[in-house]
């Protein structure tokens, strides 16, 4: 019979993460991440195209008034371009922060924040002129702004989607080889593509 006052302990403590499980989980974090990024940087070309589409808009008519009053074409379009950068400077550095705070590896570790700096100043340098041009396809700035946004977030995405899985089928990798410098017509596909592969560059290496 067992003695009620006996008692066992066992006691448990976790094996140590090993290299290669660390750098697995960090990755999948930053796929996560390049999703996330990719959908919010996709609201900036949203931003900048209202005050292009209402500045042409017959009830306000602003741009209409400053080339009666003798603006030239290209001093509008860089006067604007020049102004839009000035306000990305804002998130483009809360984004580093928030990058640098988080702490994952892939995008912070060997010259990999230096890389991501560039890869974001290098979309708001683009993703200006790129909204100009299809400012021109709308009348009103409300539709123009959502048309924008989506537009921006299924590109963006879904391409550097699209680019992946080709790039894994034998049949399409010459074809999407060949569409790549279309793609990258594209600062969302930019963006994307750039801290996709900086993740997957990563994984490869913990491998």
């Not at 708001?124 to 400012?135: E, I, K, M, R, V």
């Amino acid at each position: 019979m067992i003695d009620p006052r006996s008692r066992i302990s066992t006691y448990n403590h976790p094996l140590p993460q090993t290299f290669a499980g660390q750098a697995l989980i960090d990755d999948l974090a930053s796929i996560q991440a390049v999703l996330f990024i990719t959908i919010a940087f996709a609201f900036v070309p949203g931003g900048i195209v209202v005050f292009v589409v209402r500045e042409k808009e017959a009830h306000h008519n602003s741009k209409h008034q400053q080339m009666v009053s003798g603006v030239r074409i290209p001093s509008y379009w860089l006067s604007n371009w020049v102004w839009d950068i000035g306000l990305y400077l804002l998130p483009l550095m809360l984004s580093m922060l928030c990058i640098r705070t988080v702490g994952l590896k892939t995008f912070n570790d060997g010259g990999a924040d230096r890389a991501c700096f560039v890869l974001l100043a290098g979309f708001g340098w683009a993703a200006g002129p790129f909204t100009y041009l299809a400012s021109f396809a709308f009348a009103g700035h409300t539709k123009a702004q959502i048309f924008t946004v989506l537009f921006n977030i299924f590109l963006g995405m879904g391409l550097m989607i699209a680019h992946y899985v080709m790039s894994l089928i034998e049949s399409t990798t010459e074809i999407n080889a060949m569409l790549l410098p279309w793609y990258r017509m594209s600062p969302g596909f930019c963006l994307g593509h750039g801290l996709w592969q900086l993740s997957v560059q990563n994984l490869v290496k913990a491998y």
